[in-house]
């Protein structure tokens, strides 16, 4: 298989760790024989810094042009502490999931039973849950109008949805249902907001249309506490941008860390895949950022992007091994449990590498 790969590393930890996503998929495409071109290009504070737009017209045509796109994380402290910077890293984000279509955001809390321990949740609340969400991507707040008063006193930021753009991730949610546990949740906050009755009113309708899959409603306040009481009732959750930027951060501390966490935002054509742990600059250049969730970014792009099932099963099972084998980063790892070995940035990258050759070898 040829394919084309833009990688964006970002701003923080981003280029750290996309270092090891990009490795971890050329070593697939040598044991495999496949062919994927790497190319790479600015976005967010990094692109600022060096042309003054967080999305140059450079990386947007690079990205039209690629078949997958490899992202590490945006962001960085000088903006979070002035908010009223004009030209901020966030833009860049927000305007190439516009452009490319990508309309739906899939987040699958995959919890490895070796790290049930790193998580903040009982072991025996957690165990066996395989939750899979579908988080819309180009509505809701943070495309509707904004509004800054001339005395700074008074915003608002227009909450707006339209029929469609609920109805096309509906499908592909309820589509991934039947081939999962056939169960759908769908959180929204219609008892109080008019885009959320859009949402449900909606999403009824689409249900309709696959009567072999359960869905339930739920209000985003309740969701939130179900999530962390019992997240094993959850199969397949679809939500709206803001709800669903929220919870899946939550849902992080179900996998132990926000450094074990893949998404992939899917349209109708080139897909994006990032871990959603943002762009940590309080470590950033320390070597302890934690690569696993951008190598299982790219277990998503060979298993979602390209239809790679095998590919992206080889890349999930050498980090189970990994983990079985006791190495840890600081972020899911115990510090007073000496059967845990603690490793850096690079060093788990490079033994991830290992151990995938190693797989590769035996298998």
């Given at each position: ?149 001339e005395d700074r006193n008074t915003a608002?930021?227009?909450?707006i949805y339209h029929r469609y753009e ?192 190693q797989k590769s070898i035996n298998s």
């Amino acid at each position: 298989m040829r394919k084309n790969i833009l990688v964006i590393p970002g701003d923080g930890i981003g280029p750290e760790v996309t270092t090891w996503g990009k490795a971890a998929l050329e070593k697939i495409a040598e044991i495999f024989g496949h062919d994927f071109i790497f190319d790479e290009a600015l976005m967010g504070h990094a692109a600022i810094e060096v042309t003054g737009n967080p999305l140059p017209d450079e990386t947007l045509e690079k990205a039209r042009n690629s078949d997958a796109i490899l992202f590490g994380a945006i962001g960085h402290a000088k903006y979070d502490n002035d908010p009223s910077l004009k030209v901020r890293p966030e833009q860049g984000l927000l305007k190439i999931r516009k452009d490319l279509g990508l309309f739906a955001n899939l987040r699958p809390i995959l919890l490895f039973d070796e790290l049930l321990e790193a998580s903040s949740i009982k072991p025996e609340i957690l165990r066996g849950t395989d939750i899979l969400f579908f988080r819309e991507l180009t509505g809701d707040v943070y495309f509707g109008e904004k509004f800054r008063s001339e005395d700074r006193n008074t915003a608002s930021d227009l909450m707006i949805y339209h029929r469609y753009e609920v109805e096309r991730i509906a499908h592909k949610a309820y589509q991934a249902a039947q081939k999962r546990n056939k169960r759908l949740c769908s959180v929204d906050k219609a008892n109080v907001l008019e885009s959320s009755r859009l949402w449900r009113e909606t999403v009824q309708e689409i249900a309709k249309q696959y009567p072999d899959v359960e869905t339930e409603h739920m209000f985003i306040d309740n969701a939130a506490m179900q999530l962390i009481k019992n997240p094993k009732k959850f199969d397949v959750v679809l939500t709206a941008n803001l709800f669903g930027d929220i919870l899946t951060d939550e849902a992080s501390q179900i996998a132990g860390s926000m450094g074990m966490l893949a998404s992939a935002s899917v349209g109708e054509s080139t897909g994006f895949f990032e871990p959603i742990h943002g762009s940590a600059h309080d470590i950033a250049g320390k070597n302890l950022a934690n690569p696993l969730a951008s190598i299982l970014s790219a277990a998503l792009m060979l298993e979602i992007g390209f239809g790679l099932k095998e590919e992206a099963k080889l890349l999930v099972d050498t980090i189970n091994e990994v983990l079985k084998e006791g190495f840890r980063t600081n972020d899911i790892a115990d510090q007073n449990t000496e059967r845990y070995k603690v490793l850096g940035t690079t060093e788990m990258g490079a033994l991830v590498l290992k151990f995938l050759s190693q797989k590769s070898i035996n298998s």
